[in-house]
């Protein structure tokens, strides 16, 4: 039986050949005679688990060494608050708000620090994003914070910023939760990225931060010590009881993404599977992307049906499809295509066949 393709925008689909490991180890994990759940995370096993997770990450994304990379809880809403925490120094930040993500982030940082906002798409409805030379940087903040793809607006940052050509000094934070390793990273530019695992690689449950070591041992003293990005690093992610399961899934993920030929080889993907669903949306006669072309998003593909009264229809046809979860986020409406890693071409080629059927239909 083959399963439905699934285009939710986190949780979202995992690979079926992850899961199906999975099922296959839950109730004896190599021999030890133990689920992972149940095992010691400071156990010899999961500890071999934790390592192979951690080493295949910083290889398939070339992590640096001078990067330490967290396994955390809390998701990219608690990020907004610890990042804060751990690199104001009560001082200023800058915020360049390109859709609700960001948004948030800014909202939340204003609690611990002074927040400048240094641009803002909201005018242009986030539809793109606002050139890098535009921005209006202090030379006085302690970071930059950008949300690298906008999963609710559908805008992605197909270049990072270099600060230092805008003359800023201050680290880049990105929040890259939904595109987190669908492209290689260029950590010349970043001082710290962090998101949340159910997008693109696990389960909820688990948060990934990688953070310039450099920028450790900053955080104010009312910062809860779980979250203290210094504890975390100096404790391999286990001053508290890290999320054992999630790290296990997010590491045969990991796995799965190395067997399919590593990052450029799943970003060659990731662009065929965006390029398919544009153009057909770019072709219709009824249906619409109101991102700007430069920043469209490979992973989140935001449209809209020209006949709004269509929309129940559309999903209800869509179901009967095995093409699920295509609902638009709450506050924005239509529908939303997430096209992850684990989403493969011929799940794109589905829903396209099946817009086109729809469209015939109903034109
Ligand atoms: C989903 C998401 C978040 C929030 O993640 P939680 O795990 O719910 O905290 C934050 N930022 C971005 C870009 C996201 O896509």
Same mark, same amino acid.
């Given at each position: ?12 689909? /995992? #690979? ?6 999975? %099922? *296959? ?6 021999? &030890?005679? !133990? ?124 270049? /990072? #910023? ?6 800023? %000094? *201050? ?6 939760? &939904?595109? !987190? ?134 999903? *209800? ?47």
């Amino acid at each position: 039986m083959s399963r439905p393709f699934n285009f939710s925008a986190g949780p979202a689909t /995992l #690979p079926e050949e992850v899961l199906q490991q999975a %099922a *296959a180890e839950m109730l004896d994990w190599h021999g &030890s005679g !133990m689920s992972v759940m149940e095992m010691s995370h400071r156990g010899k096993e999961f500890m071999s688990i934790y390592e192979d997770a951690e080493s295949n990450i910083r290889e398939l994304l070339e992590v640096p060494q001078e990067f330490s990379i967290l396994f955390m809880q809390g998701g990219g809403i608690a990020e907004n608050a610890i990042v804060p925490l751990n690199l104001s120094g009560g001082q200023k930040a800058d915020y360049v708000v390109t859709g609700n993500w960001s948004n948030r982030s800014q909202k939340e940082a204003r609690k611990y620090c002074s927040v400048n906002l240094a641009a803002s798409n909201e005018a242009n409805g986030h539809t793109h994003m606002p050139a890098p030379a535009s921005w209006q940087l202090s030379l006085d903040a302690r970071y930059v914070h950008v949300c690298s793809n906008e999963t609710v607006h559908g805008v992605e940052m197909h270049e /990072l #910023p270099d600060l230092n050509a805008l003359g800023s %000094a *201050a680290p880049l934070v990105i929040d890259f939760s &939904s595109h !987190m390793a669908s492209r290689p990273v260029d950590w010349s530019r970043v001082g710290l990225a962090y998101g949340g695992a159910q997008k693109n690689v696990g389960p909820a449950g688990l948060t990934l931060v990688f953070v310039r070591k450099n920028l450790l041992g900053n955080a104010l003293p009312h910062c809860p010590t779980a979250f203290d990005y210094q504890v975390v690093s100096s404790n391999q992610s286990m001053y508290n009881t890290p999320p054992t399961y999630a790290i296990y899934i997010a590491g045969l993920t990991f796995k799965w993404m190395k067997e399919q030929g590593g990052i450029s080889v799943i970003e060659q993907r990731n662009i065929a599977k965006a390029q398919l669903l544009y153009n057909y949306i770019d072709g219709s006669d009824l249906y619409i992307s109101r991102v700007t072309q430069d920043c469209r998003s490979r992973m989140n593909v935001p449209f809209f049906l020209r006949e709004e009264k269509l929309n129940d229809l559309f999903l *209800a046809g869509a179901k009967e499809h095995q093409l699920l979860q295509l609902k638009g986020y709450k506050t924005l409406g239509g529908m939303r295509a997430s096209l992850y890693n684990a989403m493969p071409l011929e799940g794109v080629q589905a829903l396209v066949n099946y817009m086109r059927a729809f469209e015939l239909k109903h034109a």
